[in-house]
């Protein structure tokens, strides 16, 4: 039975990845780099040292990695000005899981200020027990340690806690910790390694609840 849920937010709550996917170019721009195809695909649901292994491995080992990041996060803070488009699903996901007493997790690898812009865009932060950014952690997804915080904040055992992910590295996280993982793919589709992975692939929120109701996970 699922005692708690913890959401990760950029793809999944949130229509962003196709907004980060435009922002490299001009971001890399700023410091006098070329874009290097396959970037924001490779870099997508990383933080931290991830994303540094995937900056050092398109750019070189001596390229300034806090640079690129900063000069992403700044054309980040202009793309976000508005609140990002909720995903399909996610109002009504949340109303359940509130009135079946299931506490909520927000766990993902963006920074705090983003997380707390795009969830009180919308008046969301109080649906939330905890609210995680890839800042509090020592190692990124697809460590599972976000999720191991999270489950802790909310008092749930990893296999009592839903993960929702949509990203390769979050359902690698989620499944290296134990947790109920559910992949809801957004830019990539499931391959084989996430199929071996994951606990069950919903197309959006919608069919996550309606397992939930089921009481399929």
């Not at 109080?126 to 997804?141: N, R, W």
Request: aromatic content about 8%; hydrophobic content about 45%; glycine content about 8%.
């Amino acid at each position: 039975m699922i005692q708690g849920v913890i959401f990760d937010m950029d793809g999944l709550m949130f229509d962003t990845e196709r907004i980060w996917a435009t922002l490299w170019q001009p971001a890399l721009a700023t410091l006098g780099l070329p874009y290097k195809e396959g970037l924001d695909t490779a870099a997508r649901g990383s933080a931290g040292d991830s994303m540094r292994a995937v900056l050092r491995r398109f750019y070189g080992p001596d390229c300034d990695t806090d640079a690129i990041m900063d000069a992403l996060h700044r054309q980040a803070d202009k793309a976000f000005q508005a609140p990002p488009p909720k995903k399909p699903g996610l109002d009504e996901l949340i109303a359940w899981l509130e009135k079946q007493h299931i506490p909520m997790a927000v766990a993902s690898s963006s920074r705090k200020a983003s997380i707390l812009h795009h969830l009180n865009g919308w008046n969301m932060a109080g649906h939330f027990q905890a609210i995680l950014s890839g800042e509090q952690v020592t190692a990124s997804k697809p460590d599972p340690q976000i999720f191991l915080l999270a489950a802790e904040a909310l008092g749930t055992a990893p296999a009592h806690t839903l993960v929702l992910e949509d990203s390769y590295n979050g359902v690698r996280a989620g499944a290296a910790g134990g947790f109920v993982t559910v992949m809801v793919p957004d830019l990539a589709p499931a391959d084989d390694e996430m199929r071996r992975l994951y606990t069950a692939e919903c197309p959006s929120l919608y069919e996550v609840l309606d397992l939930l109701k089921q009481g399929k996970l």
